[in-house]
């Protein structure tokens, strides 16, 4: 499995490695998960909160969106991996072992 910074900054993949924005990396990777969402890096917030498998980060990331977008998303009706929330910010777990920095 990647690190926790390198499927946070992934942006895309080329067959089994993740493809990992270099700059973004080196720049936001001490962030926690409700930093992240709190300067409106939502997309990394929320690959923050599935690499962590902790509901309550979910939770914060989708609060943090609500009160900064407007948006009225239920935290109670989604869950890490809902096909809901992967298709809003554009994260879908994957299983890969190598990262390509950029």
């Given at each position: 499995?990647?690190?926790r910074?390198?499927?946070?900054?992934?942006?895309?993949?080329?067959?089994?490695?993740?493809?990992?924005?270099?700059?973004?990396?080196?720049r936001?990777?001490?962030?926690?998960?409700?930093?992240l969402?709190?300067?409106?890096?939502?997309?990394?917030?929320y690959?923050?909160?599935?690499?962590?498998?902790?509901?309550?980060?979910?939770?914060t990331?989708?609060e943090?969106?609500?009160?900064?977008?407007?948006?009225?998303?239920?935290?109670?009706?989604y869950?890490?991996?809902?096909?809901s929330l992967?298709?809003l910010f554009?994260?879908?777990p994957?299983?890969?072992y190598?990262?390509?920095?950029?």
């Amino acid at each position: 499995m990647l690190s926790r910074d390198d499927f946070v900054f992934t942006i895309g993949y080329d067959g089994p490695s993740a493809i990992v924005d270099g700059q973004a990396k080196k720049r936001y990777s001490s962030l926690s998960t409700k930093e992240l969402a709190e300067k409106g890096l939502f997309r990394a917030a929320y690959s923050s909160a599935i690499w962590s498998k902790n509901p309550e980060e979910l939770k914060t990331v989708v609060e943090v969106y609500n009160r900064i977008s407007g948006s009225s998303i239920s935290a109670d009706a989604y869950t890490a991996g809902s096909s809901s929330l992967q298709r809003l910010f554009g994260v879908f777990p994957v299983e890969v072992y190598r990262a390509i920095i950029l």
